[in-house]
């Protein structure tokens, strides 16, 4: 589904990372996990087209109609039209303060959707707050600020589906979230890739939540992939530096990181 | 034995480095309000207007603008007038009070002083709201949804600029010329010299270039505070920053322009 090939980010003279390669299958939740400030959120600005890599391919499939393309080589105009594609779930929800939660929702629909009536709208803005757990008839007229952590980000979440998207990322869902917010968060990726067959890329420095719904774990640091496995074999790696950042120990390699 | 010395900064070129900085820098700041400028007349031209935020817009810069815009101009129409009408009455000039507080306020003070309400009112509103979105991610939201940011947010505040100012302007002129009146009368000048004066020196002529003065205000306030908006850096601070860069800069452009007009109508 999606296949990263010798991607590099260069922030002027700086070396976010270079030489990554990665692939992600269809319907697989694929999450990078890594110190702060190591490239993660970048990665994730790259996939959804919004930050552009200093070299290197990112191919998206996009089924037998429109083929594979890649999104470094589109022009604005291709990627905006490609981004339908793909929905991004931000750190903060991102929602639109100005908009009522049933406008942020909506609000995908009524730029590609202009042929559709009111009531069509309203009934598939519905269906998503139900779909991402939220309680329809109190939520949807609620502006964001009126809104918790938890549930700015299912509507967050309600909007990223919204035009029903082949890809999901997700940038740390489950930060600034209590326990139990945070699993339902977790349940709810799980359901999009076993309901909806969606595939997600994920970036989060939550270890926990990470092994508990990856199909795959990558750990980037110093600019580049350390280690890429299944959830079990990262939990056990050899390698001391995804060991400590595993096991969240103060002591060892990546001490100096800040 | 001693560590080998660190390679220390640049050397500062002083005073002339710092200006020639400053210099780039603005030049820099002005070049890409250009292009944004650019982008947005592009964008109108090819029809991508949302008529219902264009008039969510302009009744903010103007309905929300107006009350302030006209008390400035009254307020200092009225100290103008006080010190011509002294001046003019010791020379036994009654007759030409109006039709000077007329050209001036019509002409120069009316745009002017409207232009400065609304950069500082509207102005930073504008670079507030465009920064609180960059530093929440809400500009990269609308970017993933396929929107882009300047046809969704740029183009509805520059055409409610150019449809709000030369009326506000137009009102806030009205306004100050009335609002010199009372002080004239007070001074002696009768309603029909005053008011026989002020027809007889506002032409069509001075009318429209306020008008065209406003416009072109409306204009530099929206796409500057715009501009100032979207390059806002990280953080709470740097939406002050934005704010305060914003109304500087607009003030500053709006009296370059205003020169630059005067110059032309001159």
Request: charged share 20%; glycine share 10%; hydrophobic share 50%.
């Amino acid at each position: 589904m999606i296949e990263i090939r010798d991607l590099a980010f260069h922030r002027g003279e700086q070396v976010i990372f270079e030489g990554l390669d990665l692939h992600v299958a269809e319907g697989e939740v694929l999450s990078v996990i890594g110190p702060s400030g190591c490239g993660k959120t970048t990665l994730l600005k790259c996939l959804a087209g919004l930050d552009r890599p200093s070299a290197g391919s990112i191919f998206l499939n996009l089924g037998e109609d429109d083929g594979r393309v890649d999104l470094a080589a589109l022009n604005e105009e291709r990627l905006n039209e490609v981004r339908r594609e793909i929905g991004m779930v931000f750190q903060y929800a991102a929602l639109f303060d100005s908009l009522s939660v049933r406008e942020n929702v909506a609000f995908p629909m009524y730029r590609f959707w202009p042929d559709r009536s009111e009531a069509e709208i309203d009934a598939e803005v519905r269906r998503l707050l139900a779909q991402v757990g939220l309680p329809v008839d109190t939520t949807i007229g609620k502006m964001p600020a009126e809104l918790s952590g938890g549930m700015r980000k299912r509507v967050g979440l309600a909007r990223s589906l919204a035009l029903q998207p082949r890809v999901l990322l997700y940038d740390e869902p489950s930060s600034g979230l209590d326990p139990i917010s945070a699993a339902s968060i977790d349940r709810l990726i799980l359901s999009m890739r076993d309901q909806v067959g969606v595939t997600s890329v994920v970036v989060s420095h939550h270890v926990a939540n990470v092994l508990r719904t990856s199909d795959t774990v990558a750990m980037l640091y110093g600019g580049g992939l350390i280690a890429v496995g299944p959830p079990d074999e990262i939990a056990e790696s050899a390698d001391e530096r995804v060991r400590q950042f595993i096991t969240g120990s103060a002591e060892g390699p990546l001490t100096d990181i800040d | 034995m001693s560590a080998p010395a660190r390679p220390g900064p640049v050397p500062a070129w002083g005073p002339i480095g710092a200006l020639g900085a400053a210099v780039t820098a603005s030049a820099e700041v002005v070049g890409s309000c250009v292009l944004l400028w650019g982008q947005t007349v592009r964008l109108v031209r090819a029809g991508r207007i949302s008529l219902g935020a264009t008039l969510r817009q302009a009744d903010a810069v103007g309905v929300g603008s107006l009350p302030m815009a006209a008390l400035t101009c009254v307020f200092t129409s009225a100290v103008l007038c006080l010190y011509v009408t002294d001046l003019f009455s010791r020379y036994g000039f009654n007759e030409f009070i109006g039709m000077l507080m007329g050209q001036v306020v019509v002409r120069e003070m009316g745009p002017l002083l409207t232009a400065i309400v609304v950069a500082s009112r509207e102005g930073s509103r504008i670079a507030a709201e465009l920064a609180a979105m960059k530093v929440t991610e809400q500009l990269d939201a609308l970017r993933s949804l396929a929107t882009d940011p300047v046809e969704y947010l740029v183009v509805p505040r520059y055409l409610g600029g150019l449809l709000a100012m030369p009326l506000l302007s137009l009102l806030s002129s009205m306004a100050g010329v009335a609002g010199a009146y009372p002080v004239a009368a007070a001074r002696g000048v009768s309603s029909d010299v005053y008011w026989g004066s002020v027809m007889r020196g506002v032409s069509v002529s001075h009318v429209g270039g306020g008008l065209v003065k406003a416009l072109l205000f409306g204009a530099i306030i929206t796409i500057v505070a715009s501009r100032t908006g979207l390059h806002t850096g990280f953080g709470a601070a740097a939406v002050g920053r934005s704010v305060t860069a914003s109304v500087v800069l607009c003030i500053l452009l709006v009296h370059i322009a205003d020169f630059g007009l005067a110059l032309v109508f001159a």
